[in-house]
C-alpha cells in the first residue's frame, strides 16, 4: 500500500488536485491552479494558485456530497488572516454534475471525474481513520501478567541491541541541504516543492537552517537526511 496519493481533474481553464502525502496524516490537501491570460498554468511553486487542507471531518461532509447522500456542503477556512469559501454543491439537472467552488477557483465534475473523485475519498478515509487515529498511550495492563510476560520472553544479546541502537542514532543524526520552496504549512510542518519534483512534508523540528514561510521562492533547507530516505527521495 503507497503512502501517498495525487489525483487531478483537469478542465479547458481550471484545475484542482487532490494529495495526501501521508496516510497518518488526518487531513488532505485540494490545490486549484488557473489557465493565465497567456496560456500556461498557473505555478504553485511560485506561490500561485489556491492551497486548502481538509480535516477528517471535512472530508466526511465531501464523501456524503459525492454519495448525494446530501445536495450541498459549504464552509470557510481561515488561514493567515484570509478567509476562504469553500463550496460542493450538486448541478440540478439530468446530467448530475458536481460544481466544486474553492474561493475563485470553480471547478466542474462530469460523472466519470465524480466516481473516481467518490472512490479515492472512501480509501482516503479508511486508510486515515486506521492509521492517523491511533493512541500513543498503551494500556495499562496487570503488572503480575507484565511480569509474567517477561519471564517468558526470549532473552537477547544485550551487545547488538547497543550496535543496532547506535546505529540508528547516527543515522538518525545525518544532515542533508535540499533546495525548494514553500508550498503549504501547519504548526508542525512544512510541505516542500523539491527541485527534483517532488513534494514532501517536512517537520519543523528537524529544519536546522533559517527559512522566510511568507517567501514562495526557492530556499535552502538543512534538514534530517532520514525523512527523504522514509519517503525514498534522492536529491
Given at each position: 500500500?503507497?503512502?501517498?496519493?495525487?489525483?487531478?481533474?483537469?478542465g479547458?481553464?481550471?484545475?484542482?488536485?487532490?494529495q495526501?502525502a501521508?496516510k497518518?496524516?488526518?487531513?488532505?490537501?485540494?490545490k486549484?491552479?488557473k489557465?493565465?491570460e497567456?496560456?500556461?498554468?498557473?505555478?504553485?511553486?511560485r506561490?500561485?494558485g489556491?492551497?486548502?487542507?481538509?480535516?477528517?471531518?471535512?472530508m466526511v461532509?465531501?464523501l456524503?456530497?459525492?454519495?448525494?447522500?446530501?445536495?450541498?456542503w459549504?464552509?470557510y477556512h481561515?488561514?493567515?488572516?484570509q478567509?476562504?469559501?469553500?463550496?460542493?454543491?450538486?448541478e440540478?439537472?439530468?446530467?448530475?454534475?458536481?460544481?466544486?467552488?474553492?474561493?475563485?477557483?470553480?471547478?466542474i465534475?462530469?460523472?466519470?471525474?465524480?466516481?473516481?473523485?467518490?472512490?479515492l475519498?472512501?480509501?482516503?478515509?479508511?486508510?486515515?481513520?486506521?492509521?492517523?487515529?491511533?493512541?500513543?498511550?498503551?494500556?495499562?495492563?496487570?503488572?503480575?501478567?507484565?511480569d509474567?510476560?517477561?519471564?517468558?520472553?526470549?532473552?537477547?544479546?544485550?551487545?547488538a541491541?547497543k550496535?543496532?541502537t547506535?546505529n540508528n542514532?547516527?543515522?538518525?543524526?545525518?544532515k542533508?541541504k535540499?533546495?525548494g520552496?514553500?508550498?503549504?504549512?501547519?504548526?508542525?510542518?512544512?510541505?516542500l516543492?523539491?527541485?527534483?519534483?517532488?513534494?514532501?512534508?517536512?517537520?519543523?523540528?528537524?529544519?536546522?537552517?533559517?527559512?522566510?514561510?511568507?517567501?514562495?521562492?526557492?530556499?535552502?533547507?538543512?534538514?534530517?537526511?532520514?525523512i527523504?530516505?522514509r519517503?525514498?527521495?534522492?536529491?
Amino acid at each position: 500500500m503507497v503512502d501517498n496519493h495525487s489525483q487531478s481533474f483537469f478542465g479547458q481553464s481550471t484545475g484542482i488536485t487532490i494529495q495526501s502525502a501521508l496516510k497518518s496524516d488526518p487531513y488532505i490537501f485540494l490545490k486549484c491552479i488557473k489557465k493565465k491570460e497567456d496560456g500556461t498554468w498557473e505555478k504553485p511553486s511560485r506561490g500561485e494558485g489556491k492551497t486548502i487542507k481538509l480535516s477528517l471531518d471535512e472530508m466526511v461532509m465531501v464523501l456524503e456530497v459525492l454519495k448525494q447522500k446530501v445536495d450541498s456542503w459549504s464552509s470557510y477556512h481561515k488561514y493567515k488572516k484570509q478567509e476562504t469559501p469553500i463550496s460542493f454543491k450538486w448541478e440540478k439537472n439530468k446530467e448530475k454534475k458536481l460544481w466544486i467552488n474553492i474561493g475563485n477557483y470553480s471547478k466542474i465534475l462530469a460523472r466519470p471525474q465524480i466516481e473516481i473523485f467518490r472512490l479515492l475519498m472512501q480509501h482516503l478515509m479508511k486508510e486515515k481513520i486506521e492509521y492517523s487515529t491511533v493512541s500513543n498511550i498503551s494500556n495499562i495492563q496487570d503488572k503480575n501478567a507484565n511480569d509474567e510476560t517477561e519471564n517468558m520472553k526470549t532473552k537477547y544479546d544485550k551487545n547488538a541491541r547497543k550496535n543496532n541502537t547506535k546505529n540508528n542514532i547516527n543515522n538518525r543524526k545525518q544532515k542533508i541541504k535540499i533546495v525548494g520552496s514553500i508550498k503549504a504549512e501547519t504548526e508542525k510542518a512544512l510541505l516542500l516543492n523539491l527541485k527534483s519534483g517532488h513534494e514532501i512534508w517536512v517537520p519543523r523540528s528537524i529544519i536546522h537552517s533559517t527559512y522566510d514561510s511568507q517567501n514562495n521562492n526557492d530556499q535552502t533547507f538543512i534538514t534530517d537526511k532520514w525523512i527523504l530516505e522514509r519517503n525514498k527521495i534522492s536529491v
